[in-house]
């Protein structure tokens, strides 16, 4: 079966965010005033799995090894087979 | 005594180290990263640069390449390893080193001169300094900023290695530029000693870690 596959990965709270400070300050000179502005980085991909567990498995597994630094980031997995529709617009 | 100086796809800064350790004494040779088989060699050298593009985190690709096996052999027989810059990063990626080196306070690449002090002097790369020495090694990095999540382990432990002296130019925690491992013969440090070899450069402060090799 084939997978659509998320991860989101953030850095933990309480971990300075040079990027989203500058973003913050940037919004400020259009003359918005936001506050708390976060960044996250989503990877998309395919994989192919006899369930959804043994995927979720395998993509906890490369967020351990490679796609996230234990120490600085959260991560958060979505995993959907191919063919699953809901019908809301995230599934067309 | 031979030093292998390890290239990944990015790394710049080789020749630099390679020169350096020539300079201090000892041989090196250049090893690709798809090597795995280290043990002719009496140390390594990871130089900076930036590693397969830097993508993903600086870092990050690097660490799972076939010659980290080879390296983490040799850190299994005491022989010493220093990282530099991307190489620290590498080598905190890893986690031979404790923490991490992420993007500066402020997002600016600082390639400066920085005043350092020596913090502990028990790492072959530093045994040739007093302990509290300030020697002075150029930066250059946007990613440096040093952070790790049990600062009092370090301290207990005598694994700060270097701090910087007079400004913070990254925003590190503590600080602090330049850790090791429990045993000290494994060291990260983002300020370029190769860049410091010679007093033609304006110091040979750091002709002093690599002769740490000898």
């Known amino acids: 079966m084939l997978f659509n596959i998320e991860v989101k990965i953030s850095l933990k709270d309480g971990m300075l965010n040079p990027e989203a400070t500058t973003i913050e300050r940037s919004l400020e000179l259009l003359g918005y005033t936001v506050s708390n502005v976060k960044t996250t980085d989503i990877l998309k991909f395919q994989m192919e799995g006899e369930d959804r567990d043994e995927v979720r498995e395998a993509v906890v597994d490369m967020c351990e090894r490679l796609l996230c630094n234990p120490v600085i980031h959260n991560y958060k997995i979505t995993v959907i087979p191919q063919d699953y529709a809901c019908g809301c617009s995230d599934c067309e | ?131 509290g020495d300030i020697i002075d090694i150029p930066i250059a990095h946007a990613e440096g900023r040093f952070y790790t999540d049990n600062i009092d382990l370090l301290k207990d432990q005598d694994q700060i290695v270097l701090q910087f002296a007079e400004k ?20 990260a440090m983002m300020p370029h000693p190769e860049r410091a070899a010679e007093a033609i450069l304006g110091s040979d402060d750091g002709l002093n870690f690599f002769k740490g090799f000898l």
């Open chain 2, 168 to 187: 913070n130019p990254n925003g590190s925690m503590e600080a602090i530029t330049g850790v090791c491992d429990e045993s000290g013969l494994v060291c």
């Open chain 2, 1 to 131: 005594m031979k030093i292998g100086v390890i290239r990944f796809p990015g790394t710049n800064c080789d020749r630099d180290v390679a020169q350096a350790i020539e300079l201090a004494g000892a041989t090196p040779e250049f090893i690709w990263w798809s090597e795995e088989d280290l043990t002719d060699y009496d140390g390594i050298v990871i130089p900076g640069g930036f590693s397969y593009g830097d993508y993903l985190r600086a870092g990050a690709m690097a660490s799972i390449t076939p010659v980290i096996d080879g390296i983490k052999s040799l850190v299994k027989e005491e022989k010493p390893v220093l990282g530099i810059c991307n190489g620290a990063q590498i080598l905190g990626e890893i986690g031979l080193v404790p923490g991490v080196f992420i993007t500066n306070e402020h997002p600016k690449f600082n390639c400066e001169w920085t005043p350092l002090k020596v913090t502990t002097n028990r790492t072959p790369f530093t045994k040739a300094f007093k302990k």
